[in-house]
């Protein structure tokens, strides 16, 4: 059995799209930070949600309404995460 696919799965239905964003942003920089602990990863709520990861003077910005949180979780519970790759 998949634990963590089974886990992200009740988060995704469980939590609001705020919460479940600042979660996919751990879990993300967690990753990152075991290939590099140059990087940062960081959720700013404007009109949208501004996530920018950092890795020294690179920075990768990404905006998503709540309406596309919303649509992502409820899609599939890793398509936060590979939304980025797109």
Known sequence: MNCN???????????????F???????????????SDDFE???????????????????YEMTLSEKDIETLQNKFPFSLDRRGRS
């Open 41 to 59: 990863v960081m959720v700013m709520k404007l009109v949208d949600y501004e996530l920018v990861v950092k890795k020294e003077n690179k920075y």
């Open 5 to 19: 696919g089974f886990t992200r799965g009740l988060m995704a239905k469980n939590y609001s799209g705020e919460k």
């Open 21 to 35: 964003l600042l979660h996919v942003c751990d879990v993300i920089e967690r990753q990152l930070n075991e290939w």
